[in-house]
Antibody, heavy 119, light 110 residues
Framework: QLQLHESGPGLVKPSETLSLTCTVS??????????WGWIRQPPGKGLEWIGN???????YYNPSLKSRVTISVDTSKNQFSLKLSSVTAADTAFYYC???????????WGQGTLVTVSS | QSVLTQPPSASGTPGQRVTISCSGR????????VNWYQQLPGAAPKLLIY???QRPSGVPDRFSGSKSDTSASLAISGLQSEDEADYYC???????????FGTGTKVTVL
């Protein structure tokens, strides 16, 4: 059964870079059928798609975050990662990684990790 | 960036049928398939319906989805206490070039 697990610092200072890694188990990240994505959710609020990556390294980002987002993949570790630069308190959220299928849907999701931006 | 509008809340008694609407535009629901996600309290979202009306393996057939023009609906028949959760619709938006989620609906079982 495919599982995803997010890891990374739970606290990031304003203006710094948020870095998270998603480890995929129970399946290969190099599957030609799927992309891999990041979604976030501020506490008590709705969901926001951040971006996707294919195992080849091809990416697509939410235009509203594009200038600050980098998603990368490490096929040797079956992992993909998120970097979000110049963070502010507005970036405080639960960050989820998920597998993206076609047409556009996300399943399964990781359990999520809360990242708080605060000095 | 929630361009998909849902009612903030819905409720019903056990056994009842509850329907949640999702209103969009020609650039999202009108052009692309709709998905529904269930988020139980304190948990990650889970795919409930994909491609407008398809259920992933393991999702009870009490859940059903439909789409018409620029709107979609999720129906829960035979409501159960464990269905108490937040529900989000979602679709790709061709104009914004973003995967957009709905505003979310909290379902309460009375």
């Amino acid at each position: 059964q495919l599982q995803l697990h997010e890891s990374g610092p739970g606290l990031v200072k304003p203006s710094e870079t948020l870095s998270l890694t998603c480890t995929v188990s129970g399946g290969s990240i190099t599957s030609s059928t799927y992309y891999w994505g990041w979604i976030r959710q501020p506490p008590g609020k709705g969901l926001e798609w951040i971006g996707n990556i294919y195992y080849s390294g091809s990416t697509y980002y939410n235009p509203s975050l594009k200038s600050r987002v980098t998603i990368s993949v490490d096929t040797s570790k079956n992992q993909f990662s998120l970097k979000l630069s110049s963070v502010t308190a507005a970036d405080t959220a639960f960050y989820y990684c998920a597998r993206r299928g076609n047409p556009y849907w996300f399943d399964p999701w990781g359990q999520g990790t809360l990242v708080t931006v605060s000095s | 960036q929630s361009v998909l509008t849902q009612p903030p809340s819905a409720s019903g008694t056990p056994g009842q049928r509850v329907t949640i609407s999702c209103s969009g535009r020609s650039s999202n629901i009108g052009s692309n398939s709709v998905n529904w996600y269930q988020q139980l309290p304190g948990a990650a979202p889970k795919l409930l319906i994909y491609s407008n009306n398809q259920r992933p393996s393991g999702v009870p057939d009490r859940f059903s989805g439909s789409k018409s023009d620029t709107s979609a609906s999720l129906a829960i028949s035979g409501l159960q206490s464990e269905d108490e959760a937040d529900y989000y619709c979602a679709a790709w938006d061709d104009s914004l070039t973003v995967y957009v989620f709905g505003t979310g609906t909290k379902v309460t079982v009375l």
